[in-house]
C-alpha cells in the first residue's frame, strides 16, 4: 500500500483560499511580489523601491513590525504575512497599498 500523497500548495493557491473573502486581498499580493514570499535562494522578498518593504504583501517593517510582533505575527514567513495583511485590511482597507493602485484597478477591471 502507498503512502498517503502529501499535496503541497504554492504559494498563489494559498493567497487564493486565505483572501478567498477579500479578493482586492489577492490582487495585492500579485501586484505587489507575484504571489512570492521568498526569494530563489530563501530569503524574504524585500522591496525594490524600499527595502523595508517585506514578504507576498510587501509590509513594511518600519512601520508595521512592532505591531506584528505585538500582535504574534511574524511578517518573514508566509502565514504571518498574511495574517498581518488581513489585520491591516480591516483596520485600513486597501490604503497601506495605495503605491500598487493602478496594478490592482487594472486585475479588478480586466
Known sequence: MLPPLEVKLTDEEIVKK??????????VAYCESRFRQFEKD???LRGIIDNDDSGILQINRRYHEKEAKELGYDIDTLMGN???GRYLYEKEGIKPWKASSKCIEARQSG
Open 18 to 27: 486565505y483572501f478567498e473573502d477579500i479578493p482586492e486581498m489577492v490582487d
Open 82 to 84: 498574511l495574517k498581518y
Open 42 to 44: 530563501g530569503k524574504v
